[in-house]
């Protein structure tokens, strides 16, 4: 039987947010070490540390005197490049973002560290604990050396770890943006519809958790149901002129759906 | 205590596809009698009867010798106008549909029956069991006498009875199409997307059933993430520029929706 060696790393995060606050822990519970934690706002890191075992707060990005081997970038994507330029690194360490959206050369900077990306395919909500084992990690390093440590390091964490490049990532950013930023407008507009018309939203919400599991279950193509899909243009237009006079843009959303549905039946 | 007596009804249902077919073994599992189904295709309706007790499939639309209380009439929504012309029904009946979409006042007809609605807000797939007890069922009735039969029939299929009337049932009726209709779509958008580039949609799998989960629990305002959410134009511009070489409607449906949530927010 083959036995894979477990390897412990020594790590610190830069970030002490949303990402942050939900990894530190969980690479503790997996036996690695979190040596330090920076945050701009330096009482965020010291609160981070609090719950951590041995993990020192940090003011500023010189980790040129740091032992640890991974530096984790868990901060808003649009300072990841910002941190990239200042942070200094011990020769030979890895730096990744936890980024769907920032290309892996976005890190490249003046230490002699390697590069990757290591990024959670989750939506993570303060005070709500996630199974981590079931997050898609989604991995990749500038060179095979690079990619094994980043790899190595989210198989210790999940057993869904994909080597995905920046141009896969990005596309798959955007796919998120339809299959959840999206779909959860959806339901903020139909909330809004039936709640200025007097009708309680609970009374959608069976209906709306079926569709989401059958299209999970059976894929959404097949899941596909509604006026658009059957063809029936009486009711879409019904619909239409409805809007057109309660809301012209949600009029203008409903048609380019629809007729994207029928194209695409 | 108040003890609210039972009433069970003789009922016969116009149609034998996907509604008909889980709605009449459920009424005859509360206690009633479904006398006959009719169905365009007589076999369809041979069929149905079959899993049914006393049950004898209809060829025609003439019921005046019928001694069933209740009519249900469970067709596509395009065709419940023609039947409701067609059908002849006896004396002090009920007549209802099962549609979200088609107002109380498309069945009447020539008979000296009442008219109601029965909608049951959910989505039926053909061979999967559905826990009735929680579909919300909608009713109407033209008058208070067909308003409380048509609620003791739904009250005793399910805990979530409530009265809407036709103008409130079309509005539900479009919020459901962007909740459940757009947002399914809006999943195969994305699912086209991932595996145009090679990437398994099963990746996208748990950040979806988690968003939707978030959505229904905390509520989608609260739950609203993403680059429009946050004001990141940056990463919207970026997307759309993205999609505009690869797929301008969906720029454009990219465009209108992010536009909506930074509306919105």
Same mark, same amino acid.
Do not use: W
């Given at each position: 039987? +083959? ?13 002490? #947010?949303?990402?942050?606050?939900? !990894? ?5 519970? $997996?036996?690695? @070490? ?10 965020? $890191? @010291?609160?981070?540390?609090? #719950? ?10 010189? +980790?040129? #005197?740091?032992?640890?081997?991974? &530096? ?11 941190? $990239? ?6 020769? #030979? ?16 900077? %003046? ?20 199974? &981590? ?9 500038? %060179? ?12 210790? !964490? ?6 995905? %490049? ?45 569709? *989401?599991?059958?299209? !999970? ?16 243009? $009486? ?17 203008? *959303? ?12």
């Amino acid at each position: 039987m +083959f036995l894979k060696k477990k390897v412990y790393y020594r790590i610190s995060i830069v970030g002490a #947010g949303n990402v942050a606050s939900h !990894l530190a822990p969980v690479l503790e519970g $997996a036996g690695h @070490e979190v040596v330090e934690v920076y945050s701009r706002q330096f009482s965020n $890191a @010291e609160q981070l540390c609090e #719950g951590l075992y041995n993990a020192v707060p940090k003011a500023d990005l010189d +980790f040129s #005197g740091s032992n640890a081997q991974i &530096f984790i970038i868990a901060v808003p994507d649009q300072h990841i490049v910002e941190v $990239a330029r200042q942070i200094v690194l011990p020769e #030979g360490s890895v730096l990744v973002h936890t980024s769907g959206s920032i290309d892996m050369g976005a890190l490249e900077n %003046d230490s002699e560290a390697s590069i990757g990306v290591f990024y959670p395919l989750q939506t993570f909500t303060k005070n709500t604990e996630v199974n &981590f084992k079931e997050i898609p990690l989604l991995v990749e390093g500038e %060179d095979k050396a690079t990619l094994k440590i980043v790899k190595s390091l989210a198989e210790s !964490l999940s057993r869904k770890v994909h080597e995905v %490049d920046s141009e896969q990532r990005a596309v798959l950013h955007i796919a998120a943006v339809f299959s959840c930023n999206f779909t959860n407008h959806m339901i903020t507009i139909a909330q809004d519809m039936v709640e200025s018309h007097a009708i309680n939203f609970e009374l959608l919400k069976p209906l709306i958790a079926e569709t *989401i599991s059958k299209s !999970l279950n059976i894929g959404p193509k097949a899941a596909q149901t509604g006026p658009a899909r059957r063809g029936d243009q $009486a009711v879409v237009d019904k619909h239409t002129l409805f809007l057109e006079e309660a809301n012209p843009e949600l009029a203008q *959303i409903y048609r380019l759906i629809s007729q994207n549905i029928v194209k695409s039946s």
